[in-house]
């Protein structure tokens, strides 16, 4: 019987563990063993880019270019996000400067977005943080990342496409709840509301990225363009019809503090914590790399050049609204509709806004479904989870199965799931994949197994991550005065000495060809100080379904994955542990060695 992997071709196929309760019973009793041999194993680049994705069957078609990959990134991040943070960043956090709180956001998402590129060139197959991580620290680290990762996508994309409902109805002057949701007495509250547009839509989009991923980034341009027509009228109304006077002058000044930073610096960061959400989309275009068809150039592009616009249309838009609107007379969860909402004969804007949002939605949706169906794809490569999910249609070279599986999932999630209990579960995920992919991009230059001594580095990520945490605590939670700019300032001087410190006494043991990280390790590490700053923003109920979905994804590599791994290792279907053999091709590859 023939083998995948480099198996050899004639053995007998090991009994699965989920052969019989027998067989699953003996998998179990022998679990600590097997996830001291799985957990930590990692594949090597040319492994991941050869035999791993040949277990999709047919290749995924190579038609895209840099202007796909661009317009993929602006309908990925230029959704519904912005409409609704801007006000909360603005009225509660930032004021005026919320202007200086999407730029530092945006900052913060070059950074992670150049991590991603170095990956995404040196190794251009679809599976994102999954495949980085996988490479880098192991099969354990990159499921249970990648597995929080699938169930952030799927409930974020669902609120988004619950969200659309409620724009085309302000569009058209519609009561949504009452018009088109239907509402179900008996379900608890926050269940109780099915709506079935947004279940149509979200498996219009299926259907569609099933068919092509070139026709879907054809689709996703013409309905960027439109959206971004749209931002643009927004932009150009709130610098038309508003007052350079409202960037320092409250609506209320007995009540509000004025001037352009009326909450201080601190509400200038916790605004950039906010609004950083606005952003996340641009990562979805890295698990399109292996369907660019020049990787080295485009992936840069596409990914650092989309992030760069995205910055630029978010700062004039939160320009416009602090112009049209003094910062505490903004409406937190519909500013820009609320601006010209009372405004004497320009009500009609606000219906246009709604449009222009309800565009924004069906981009970001395309764009995030295409992403996750291509990371479920690749985790499928793995074994971890069922391999049918990581088929690759023939005729459509589109990775149907995971689409199909993920948008039945998540139209089920939209159709009764409210708004606020999903937002409620969105966020920290992502965040936490960046820090993690910003640390493996470190790891990956300074270490190659086999010939570098990796406790330098480890300590190194481990030091720099214990002194940003505590600059982090000591912001949130050290009274302000005196003692607090002391620890913050001990803590700023002692994470800058480790970086210098491992720049000077620890060499970097490979260097890639193209699309690097520059001023290694200096921009990963702010990446990493970044995303932790951040971290420390976020809501407590995000932690605690943060610490649920770990839980459950460690029960289910506990469970299964490890288990479905390790027969697929001793069938031959993937590298054994502890092999010391590679393809001859890999020698001479030198950023493919982990």
Known sequence: MEKLGGSTSGAVRTAS???????????????????????????????????????????????????????????????????????????????????????????????????????????????????????????????????????????SNAAVARSFTTYLGTAIGVDTAARWRITIPDLPKGFNQIDLLAVTIVLIVSVCICYSTKESSVLNLVLTSIHIAFILFIIFMGFWRGDWKNFTHPANPAENAGGFLPYGVSGVFNGAAMVYFSYIGYDSVSTMAEEVKHPTRDIPIGVSGSVVLVTVLYCLMAASLAMLVPYDAIEPDSPFLGAFRGSDGWRWVSNVIGAGAGFGILTSLLVAMLGQARYLCVIGRSNVVPGWLARVHPSTATPVNASAFLGVFTAAVALIT??????????????????????????????????????????????????????????RFAPPGRT???????????????????????????????????????????????????????????????????????LVYVLYSVHASFDAEENGDLIKVGDSWRHPEENNDRSSTV
């Open 17 to 155: 563990s989920f052969a019989s309760l027998k067989a699953y019973g003996r998998a179990l009793a022998e679990t600590p063993w097997r996830l001291r041999r799985r957990a930590g194993s990692v594949t090597t680049t040319y492994e991941e880019m050869s035999w791993v994705r040949a277990r999709s069957g047919p290749n995924m078609a190579r038609e895209l270019r840099w202007p796909d990959l661009l317009g993929l990134g602006l309908g990925g991040m230029v959704g519904a996000g912005v409409f609704v943070a801007t006000g909360h960043a603005a009225r509660l956090d930032a004021g005026p400067a919320v202007v200086v709180s999407y730029a530092i956001a945006g900052f913060c998402a070059l950074l992670s977005a150049f991590c991603y590129t170095e990956f995404a060139v040196d190794m251009p197959i679809a599976g994102g943080a999954f495949s980085y991580l996988r490479v880098t620290f192991g099969e354990f680290a990159a499921f249970s990342t990648g597995a929080n990762l699938i169930m952030e996508y799927v409930f």
């Open 418 to 475: 409210e708004l606020d209990v999903l937002l409620n579960l969105v966020s920290i995920g992502t965040l936490y994949v960046f820090y993690m992919v910003a640390n493996a991009v470190i790891y990956r230059r300074y270490v190659v197994v086999g010939s570098t001594n990796p406790w330098p580095t480890i300590s190194y990520l481990l030091c720099f991550t214990s002194a940003s945490l505590a600059f982090t605590l000591a912001w």
């Open 484 to 554: 607090k700019a002391f620890l913050l300032v001990g803590f700023a001087v002692v994470a800058m000495a480790v970086v210098q410190a491992f720049q000077v006494f620890v060499p970097q043991a490979r260097e890639p060809e193209f699309g690097g990280v520059p001023l290694m390790p200096w921009v990963p590490s702010i990446s990493i100080f970044l995303n932790l700053f951040l971290l420390g923003s976020v809501d407590g109920r995000s932690y605690i379904r943060f610490g649920f979905f770990s839980v459950l994804s460690v």
